[in-house]
Structure formats: structure tokens, C-alpha cells
């Protein structure tokens, strides 16, 4: 049943490759290639050296061959854009650049304005604060340095002792005299 199902189903398209292959039985595969369009034929080209291109890729892979620098992926990249080159001829419609609102524009251009200058007020105002900072951060050091030069003078003074006595008082004078 499934099978009958699958015959039915594939019985028209087996009926157009018939057909075909009597059509062009006896031309040569070059003789009826000639007989496509220009489009068909790169399309041919392309799908045929595509495929020859990844059943290579493939058995490299499956050979364990290193295949990331390979010259392989050059070419299937350069396949794919020949496929969308192709497409571009066969649907150009698709391919057309969509128009942008008029009011899509000056929106763009106005908030990326706004965002830069935000970005600036944000870069500034960090700046200033950070020279604040710098400004406090050395007040408070040289406070800091005064208050530790004061210190040392003052333990300097007290530990300095008086080379001369403030009064020429000799300890003679302090004596009593026993000869009066």
C-alpha cells in the first residue's frame, strides 16, 4: 500500500523524465547543454561544480585531512556567492535595497547625537571629580606633612640642650662664704 502510494504519487515525474529522455536521446549531453539559456547554464556549472566541490570536501574530512586552511573552503565560499549572484538574475526583486523612512533618518542621526553626548557629559563630570579627588588627596597630604614638621621641631627643641646658661649665675654664688 505504501508503496502504491509512492508509485502514484511519483508517476507524473517519472512520466516527464520519459519523455525527456526520449526528447533528448539522440543529442550528446553538449549538444543539449548548448541548447540552455545563458542562466541555465550557470546554473548547471555552478550546481555541478558545487557538488563536486563538497563530495571533495567530504572525503577529506573523512580522510582526516586538516581542511580549516584549506584551499576547498575558498572555492565553495566562492560557489555560494556565484549562487546568489545567479539568484539576483533570476529574482531581482528580491534583492532590491528596501527604502528607510524619511523620519527613520533624522531619528538615527538625533538620539546617536544625544547618546555621545551623554557619553562626553558622563566622561567629563567623571574628570572633574576625579580632579577633585587629586585636589582633596593633596590638601589633606600637605596638612598632614605640615602637622609632622611642626612635631619634629617641637621634639627637636625639647630634646636641644642650652649650650648657655640663660644667666651667668656660677655656683659660687650659691656658696656661703665661711671667711666673713
Do not use: C
Amino acid at each position: 500500500t505504501l508503496l502504491s502510494e509512492l508509485e502514484q504519487e511519483l508517476a507524473p515525474w517519472m512520466s516527464k523524465i520519459e519523455k525527456n529522455q526520449v526528447q533528448h536521446q539522440h543529442k550528446a549531453f553538449a549538444q543539449s547543454f548548448n541548447d540552455k539559456g545563458l542562466v541555465a547554464k550557470s546554473q548547471i556549472s555552478s550546481t555541478l561544480a558545487f557538488v563536486l566541490h563538497t563530495l571533495y570536501f567530504s572525503m577529506m574530512k573523512l580522510n582526516n585531512v586538516e581542511t580549516d586552511n584549506h584551499q576547498i573552503n575558498e572555492e565553495i565560499g566562492r560557489l555560494s556567492k556565484l549562487f546568489i549572484k545567479i539568484d539576483k538574475v533570476l529574482d531581482p526583486k528580491k534583492y532590491e535595497a528596501k527604502p528607510k523612512p524619511k523620519n527613520a533618518v533624522p531619528k538615527r542621526i538625533i538620539s546617536s547625537a544625544i547618546s555621545a553626548n551623554n557619553f562626553i557629559k558622563k566622561k567629563e563630570d567623571k574628570s572633574k571629580r576625579r580632579a577633585k579627588q587629586k585636589a582633596k588627596d593633596r590638601e589633606l597630604k600637605s596638612q598632614e606633612q605640615n602637622e609632622e614638621a611642626k612635631e619634629e621641631t617641637n621634639t627637636i627643641e625639647v630634646l636641644k640642650a642650652p649650650s648657655k646658661p640663660k644667666h651667668n649665675i656660677s655656683s659660687a654664688d650659691f656658696m656661703d662664704d665661711d671667711s666673713d
